[in-house]
């Protein structure tokens, strides 16, 4: 039944049952007077999806799982000319093994496909939704921690074009070990240049890691066979970026995030807090050489996509699982907002965690550097055809604000389990015991000696 979110559908014939006047409730309890099989809450989205009206959630219900009965009510709908959602096209699409399996989109050009239901978010986008993830008493103190936190945050600077703009939200990394703080400072950079607001992971989001991590796992699992390229070892979040948006207005344009230290198919956790804000998604269309240009991969006008959006509504509390699928395949953002409605803690603002694993194999000093010196970035072909899912890295200096890149490129070489090929004669030697590791949130240690201290930690 959760094929039914948020369609419109055909008015049937002017004859109600009921009046704009009559309550919700009443609604509810005709249609399932007439569908007891029925479970409440997918009633309640097929009303909401039929705009309150019970003759055209009627017909919807019958047009789609019973065309054969005949009432009263409005005849069903006509066929469409895509699939009905949930049909094998539908799932290749999903749990496709082929970046270049490519299926009609579910919405067109222009429109927004609302999706409330978790299994129908599941169903229809490279997501989980969980809702009511943690106990409510911890959510609400994890809330207020980061919110006390949120004033040290930073807008990062970077080059669109000719311009140099400003993050439309605030942001902070958050790391485990003052060792890991001096790594993300001086090797790891993001958008070209270093970051100098990088934190330690607070009380609350480590006991939360712990949680998040066998959770991602667990719906990993559950999400079926591993795609080429995706890491068969334990998901192990050990960065998290949180970021903060202070109200309605403030959003993040249409992007896929960096897969430079994540690697190929990567998986984030990220958990909502406060006010409720649209998440939106969207298919990446493919197009011929001529009309692609593989320098904007990440273009966020995003015109060449084919289908429309679907956006995913993320109310405090809530768990979205972005699979292996998400960023190669797909781009995200989180829209402006006309209005919302305050949070009893947090007011008009949203805390979001994204939970990061950070690929030892893919620590700086292994990427290559470009010839400007910088280092590169990793980077999927996602529009162009015939080199659709191939990886590069590049130069990302023409990026960073007051820097110009030197046009370096070089394909990237993976295995079937994502790791790179330099890679390789390290596990033959049996590794580098000097290399420079990432302490994972749930390891509640630091160095022996080490004092964290600062507000730069």
Sequence with gaps: MDRFVSRKRPRGPPTPTTTDEESTDLKLALLMSLFPTMTLDTLMEILISSNGCVETASSTIKAQTQPQIQSGFAPPAKKRATAIPGTPAIQTCLTSTSPTTITKPL??????????SPSSIAMHTPCT??????????ANA??????????HFSRPHFQLFDRTVQSPHSASIYVSTPHDHHSHTSEYTYGGTYRSNVRQITP???????KVQRT????????????????????TPNAAFVNCYAGPTESVGWHSDELTYLGPRPVIGSLSLGVEREFRVRKIMPVDGDNADNNNENNNGGNDEGGGQISIHLPHNSLLIMHAEMQEEWKHAIVPARTVIPHPISGTARINITYRWYR?????????????????????????????????????????????????FQWAEFDDDGEPVWSQRGKESGGDENAPRLRNFVENR?????EVTGDGV
């Excluded at 919405?107 to 409330?116: D, I």
């Excluded at 939704?129 to 943690?134: A, D, R, Y």
């Excluded at 630091?446 to 080490?450: A, I, K, Q």
């Design 129 to 138: 939704l969980i809702h009511n993830f943690l106990p409510p008493s911890l």
């Design 446 to 450: 630091v160095d022996d000696g080490d």
């Design 142 to 151: 994890l809330l207020a921690e980061l919110l006390s936190e949120s004033p």
């Design 107 to 116: 919405t067109k050009k222009g429109q927004t496909l609302h999706l409330y």
């Design 360 to 408: 030892e194999s893919l620590h700086p000093r292994y990427t290559p550097r470009c010839r400007c010196g910088e280092h590169t970035v990793l980077r999927c072909v996602q529009r162009k055809r015939e080199n659709r899912g191939k990886y590069m890295w590049m130069c990302y200096a023409g990026f960073a604000p007051g820097k110009k890149g030197c046009g370096f």
């Design 216 to 235: 991602v796992n667990e719906q990993i699992r559950a999400r079926g066979p591993k795609l080429p390229f995706q890491s068969p070892l334990e998901w």
């Design 204 to 210: 609350h989001m480590r006991t939360v890691a712990a």
